[in-house]
């Protein structure tokens, strides 16, 4: 038997920042690919030290729903699987290219092909695409808009702005967009003056996050000025120093995610063909080319 | 008597097992010579001719649609078969008794869930899942679910609608039911509202339950949750004691805490009796406990406060009241409640000063502005850092 087993942070105080990870899951579980799917959390339950133990499968694919490489996906999830032969050279990446590792866990007989992060599989790119669309509602939305793709710096995470850098180079390089940035949270070229960076009056702002929370709702909207207070909520598009800002929130609550979960399983070796085209002709990827 | 009845696949299953020998909850049954012998824990025993095997499985009916139902239509998983098979009390009661029980229906409870399991003539077994609480409603006031992963929705806010980070607080939402689910979708209903409590119970049956202590849980943490480690002072563990009266007790999650300061050193406070074990400090726990770490590094200071002996123990109700949970029950008009809501506030524009000092005396006598918590950060912003955290 095989499962998929999502990882994501989870939290203990907003209510909402388990529901990508459920709904990535549900569409996942639809497809049959797996005999088993589960979500497993570092703040929520199952934790990440017991979800392998849930799974009666013994071998189990395991995808961070995270967007870096970094201290999770790095430290903290091989550590509280027990993948106690982990060794972040194992996966030999350069900062966004991590794919996969095969590794045992100590506590459960159990194979675990522990995948790179959702966030830098290049799948990814066609995500914040369609993100763009759905925000605007344009299927063809490119031409006259600039998008920004916005998330934290090297402050905390010196991967983090890789992930950033390097979907934006991906999508520029698509020439669909007038023009395509990345912007970051604490350091320059910094989010809250987007309106400078961009010729085009209008400009799709998406947020490379998992879940919608505190950065996604309440930060970054203050920041670029969509509204003073965010519990007041903003307008779409909102008109800010003559620019249009089209804000789409967390990436990660997009349905086309799921096809980057099982994009990273597949990498890691499972047969999900056939489930991934039936993700991306029911979560509207079909014409996305991923690969 | 029960009506169980015997159909033709579950005869074909039998005489295909009988070939290996059968022996299960009290009933056996293997193959000899071009026939069958079938016998029961009560001293029945019977040979049979190979073709009259359908005639002999009928008299002993439940039995064989007991044994076909944990071979063929349960979930093969140790660990789910062996809580199923609690579930009806398997272990404590003989197939006929156990068959009468199914048909009235058998009830068990696992932490606030309350499980129903009922069989069918054929031996099927359907299970009705709702809250304790709702032991009695009619089904008529209980909103039906039939997706077992519905509970992951219905375990997410509590009766007053607030978010519950801990699956295991006593504090689950009442007002549904699973009215017929299946024994996998049982497992899987059981286990959204509570994971991994299958798991470790049947590790823990086993002798196999894997508790990871208080101390070898905080010397495995990272990050910003690496600090909880410097509480820890060798100095005996009461802080511990506090955080499991705080958090662990049977009031505040259902869990049986089986973790102690280290292997040697048992907490003073009782685990409680839950029916399945917690077998290490949770994330709730921890994340708590980086707090308390923060708070605790200060010192005790002796303070002087006017206080009127009704003020000081109406202090002490209002600890007491939000300890507990109690301050929404605490009616408006009853002015005879310390926690009551005129009471605080008259309390307040009494001994409150313009900063919010108590009494006028400042917290910090030193600094000008006394009262207010130095450490600006929201745990909002706590969570959103660690996210994005790479220290
Ligand atoms: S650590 Fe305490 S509060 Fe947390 S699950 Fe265990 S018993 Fe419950």
Redesign the pocket.
């Known amino acids: 038997m095989e499962a998929l087993v999502i990882v994501a942070h989870g939290s203990h105080l907003n209510a909402g920042s388990s529901t990508p990870t459920f709904d990535h899951a549900d569409t996942i579980r639809a497809t049959g690919a797996f005999d088993e799917v589960r979500e497993g959390f570092w703040k929520e339950e199952p934790s990440f030290r017991e979800v392998l133990r849930t799974v009666e499968s013994d071998e189990v694919y395991v995808v961070p729903l995270f967007i870096s490489e970094g201290y999770f996906t790095e430290e903290v999830i091989p550590r509280e699987l027990r993948l106690d032969d982990w060794d972040p050279e194992t996966w030999d990446s350069d900062g966004t290219s991590a794919t996969h590792a095969t590794l045992e866990a100590t506590d459960v007989d159990k194979t675990v092909h522990y995948c790179g992060p959702v966030g830098t599989h290049e799948a990814m790119s066609d995500v914040i695409v369609q993100r763009a669309e759905s925000v605007t509602g344009d299927p063809d939305v490119g031409e006259g808009f600039g998008l920004a793709v916005v998330g934290h710096g090297t402050e905390r995470n010196e991967n983090s702005a890789k992930a950033i850098e390097y979907h934006a180079d991906r999508i520029g390089e698509m020439d669909r967009f007038d023009e395509v940035k990345a912007l970051f949270m604490d350091e320059d070229p910094e989010v809250d003056d987007v309106t400078d960076f961009f010729e085009s009056d209008d400009i799709v702002v998406v947020p490379l996050f998992v879940a919608d929370g505190y950065h996604t709702q309440e930060d970054i909207p203050e920041d670029m000025g969509l509204t003073d207070d965010y519990r007041t909520g903003w307008d779409t598009p909102t008109e800010v120093d003559g620019h249009r800002i089209w804000y789409s929130g967390a990436v990660g609550t997009e349905p086309l995610m799921a096809d980057v979960v099982l994009e990273r399983a597949a990498d890691a070796g499972a047969d999900v063909a056939a489930a991934v085209e039936r993700v991306r002709e029911e979560t509207g990827g079909a014409g996305a080319t991923g690969d | 008597m029960n009506a169980a009845q015997v159909d033709s696949a579950q005869v074909e299953a039998l005489a295909e097992a009988a070939a290996d020998g059968i022996e299960f909850d009290g009933f056996a049954a293997e193959a000899e010579g071009d026939g069958y012998v079938l016998a029961t824990e009560a001293g029945s025993k019977r040979v049979v001719h190979g073709d009259a095997l359908d005639d002999a499985a009928a008299e002993y009916a439940p039995y064989v649609t007991n044994w076909y139902f944990w071979h063929a239509e349960a979930p093969q998983a140790e660990d789910r078969w062996a809580y199923l098979r609690w579930l009806e009390r398997a272990d404590d009661e003989r197939v006929p008794d156990r068959y009468d029980a199914l048909e009235a229906g058998t009830t068990r409870e696992w932490g606030q869930l309350r499980v129903t399991v009922t069989v069918d003539e054929a031996g099927t077994r359907r299970y009705e899942l709702r809250h304790v609480d709702d032991a009695d409603a009619a089904p008529a006031d209980l909103t039906d679910h039939d997706d077992p992963l519905d509970a992951r929705q219905l375990a997410k806010h509590d009766d007053r609608d607030r978010y519950r980070p801990?699956k295991?607080a006593p504090t689950l939402q009442t007002g549904w039911r699973f009215a017929d689910l299946g024994p996998g979708e049982l497992v899987r209903a059981v286990e959204s509202f509570y994971p991994a409590t299958v798991a470790n119970w049947h590790r823990e049956r086993e002798g196999e339950l894997d508790i990871s202590h208080w101390r070898e849980t905080i010397g495995r943490q990272s990050g910003i949750y690496g600090v909880v480690r410097t509480w820890d002072r060798g100095e005996g563990h009461e802080h511990v004691d506090w955080v499991?009266e705080a958090?662990?007790v049977d009031s505040?999650?259902v869990?049986?805490?089986e973790?102690q300061y280290d292997e040697e050193t048992d907490l003073d406070v009782d685990g409680?009796d839950g029916e399945f074990p917690?077998r290490?400090?949770?994330s709730?726990?921890i994340a708590a406990a980086r707090r308390w770490t923060k708070l605790e590094g200060e010192q005790s200071r002796t303070y002087e406060f006017e206080l009127t002996p009704s003020e000081k123990e109406q202090i002490e109700d209002i600890v007491d009241a939000v300890a507990d949970g109690r301050t929404e029950e605490i009616r408006e008009a009853d002015v005879y409640e310390g926690a009551n809501r005129y009471r605080a506030r008259f309390l307040r524009a009494k001994r409150f000063d313009d900063d919010g000092n108590l009494s006028g005396v400042s917290t910090d006598p030193e600094e000008a502005e006394g009262g207010a918590d130095a450490d600006g950060s929201s745990a909002d912003e706590d969570e959103a850092a660690e996210e994005a955290s790479d220290d």
């Open positions: 801990l295991t499991a958090c662990c505040q999650c869990k049986r805490r973790w409680g917690c290490e400090p949770c709730v726990v």
